[in-house]
């Protein structure tokens, strides 16, 4: 902040203070417009005050900067982000496709991750071949709305901004000038910037009864084993977006992180559970997206430790309330902005563009169902699994095939867990042991991630261990 305006601030607060101090009539400033009454502020405070001699406000430096050239020469630490507006063709369940609109052929976009403090440094390319401009409302920064504003085919933009914040924020697509912004961001064109706390995040405390019943507080370190779940609905008639049916709010399919029932099982959890591909593990779903023949669009599963801290990131990027829920569980902490909402509480309701963090613990080794609890939602794609420890007792299946040594604490030792689910690690992040490539990617976005040696290909690798894993479970004598 500029140095005389830091002045002006601190002599008009000594004053105000002073007069408020020392006994005068008057208890309106001219300042806040709000008033001072001694009679309510704590007496050592006010001591403390007048000891420093008055107040010294401190503020952002520059809470409202776009200059990219200022911020980067600030010393902060800057970070690129880079998105591409792509229009694709992307499947939806049931087997038909829908004309979708992306950040970078993927839906949710990627999602960014700095700390709070960091210089944000945007860009937004629009190819040529693109049939339509399109723009970037990126919710964690405190700029112009201005800067949001189209881009048209063929055209870069960028700007810069300090992520002052820490929590969750949506991103989306704000349209052609505001024009078809909801066709837009309905058909793909959003995703979640994550800002960490500048101090990183807290212990958890879960209060649980121990003995004969007295209440017992358990701490959780600060890391934590992190998920990003994006809930949104699509509205289509003849895989085209249809803007009556969003105006009525008759969801077509609701989706999370992009795919209707994406986290539920698939034949390699038949195989695993039933002892044969066929026989489904879940049919309430009917296994929408299973077959390894869906490569990175088959179904996959989010798998946990039990007692392990777990944090969630939620957004609701959609058109619709979420009531966040997880079957069997209980969320031990919900926080939204900087600030702790609740704890132990059973659901947590979200709306448009709202957000908030989850830090819970899995207590039991189990299935548990994550769930926007409104009927017509589960229903329609809103519904995902986690597994926790070894519900099924698997280990020994795992051991006699050859694939771990000794026994492991989640089947993601195994499996992996599922890439569009997996945000980019933070200081207190615990690293997930695999990573599988799930997600509403285009087959280029798949082959890159696949290419680059980090995530593991399970259409891939299925058929190799599959026979290693039937036999196990004939030795085991399980079917
Ligand atoms: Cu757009």
Redesign the pocket.
């Known amino acids: 902040m500029n140095k005389r305006i830091s002045m002006l601030f601190t002599i008009a607060a000594v004053a105000v203070m002073g007069a408020t101090l020392f006994g005068s009539t008057y208890t309106q400033t001219q300042i806040s417009g709000v008033s001072l009454d001694m009679s309510e502020m704590d007496i050592d405070v006010m001591d403390q005050i007048r000891n420093m001699g008055g107040l010294q406000l401190v503020m952002p430096q520059a809470f409202a900067e776009t200059d990219c050239g200022a911020l980067e020469s600030s010393g902060r630490t800057i970070v690129e982000f880079n998105l591409t507006?792509e229009s694709v063709t992307l499947p939806i369940m049931g087997g038909e496709t829908y004309n979708a609109?992306t950040f970078n052929g993927q839906v949710p976009g990627p999602t960014l991750r700095v700390t709070q403090g960091d210089v944000v440094k945007m860009t937004l390319t629009i190819p040529d071949d693109e049939a339509?401009?399109?723009?970037n409302d990126m919710h964690a920064s405190q700029i112009s709305a201005l800067e949001f504003d189209?881009i048209n085919p063929g055209e870069s933009k960028t700007f810069c901004y300090i992520a002052e914040s820490a929590g969750v924020f949506k991103y989306h697509?704000?349209?052609?000038h505001l024009f078809?912004?909801d066709q837009?961001?309905l058909s793909g064109?959003y995703g979640i910037a994550i800002v960490d706390p500048a101090n990183g995040y807290k212990k958890l405390m879960v209060v649980k009864t121990s003995g004969s019943g007295e209440l017992d507080r358990q701490f959780y370190d600060a890391d934590a084993l992190e998920f990003t779940l994006q809930f949104n609905q699509l509205y289509l008639t003849d895989g085209n977006y249809d803007m009556t049916k969003m105006m009525a709010h008759q969801t077509t399919q609701t989706v999370i992180n992009g795919m209707a029932f994406g986290y539920t099982p698939n034949i390699a959890h038949n195989l695993l559970v039933k002892g044969d591909v066929a026989t489904q593990v879940l049919p309430v779903t009917g296994q929408p997206w299973e077959g390894l023949d869906n490569k990175q669009y088959q179904s996959q599963i989010l798998y946990v430790e039990n007692d392990q801290h777990v944090r969630l990131f939620v957004e609701n990027q959609g058109n619709e309330p979420v009531f966040f829920h997880i079957v069997g569980e209980i969320l031990d902490k919900v926080t939204q902005g900087n600030r702790v909402q609740s704890a132990a509480t059973e659901t947590w309701l979200l709306g448009g563009s709202q957000n908030m963090i989850v830090d819970m613990v899995f207590d039991e080794p189990g299935v548990y169902a994550l769930v926007n609890h409104d009927y017509a939602a589960i229903y329609s794609g809103g519904l995902g699994l986690f597994i926790a420890g070894d519900p099924f007792n698997l280990n020994p299946v795992f051991i006699e095939a050859g694939l771990i040594e000794a026994p492991v604490a989640s089947y993601a030792y195994v499996l992996g867990n599922p890439s569009d689910a997996v945000p980019p690690e933070g200081a207190n992040s615990i690293a997930h042991p695999a990573i599988n490539i799930h997600g509403l990617y285009t087959d280029d976005v798949a082959s890159e991630m696949k290419d680059s040696g980090n995530y593991a290909a399970l259409w891939e690798i299925i058929p190799e261990v599959a026979g290693p894993l039937s036999d196990a479970l004939t030795a085991l004598g399980r079917f």
């Not at 697509?173 to 052609?176: R, W, Y």
């Open positions: 507006g609109m339509t401009a399109h723009g189209s697509c704000s349209g052609v078809a912004m837009h961001v064109m």
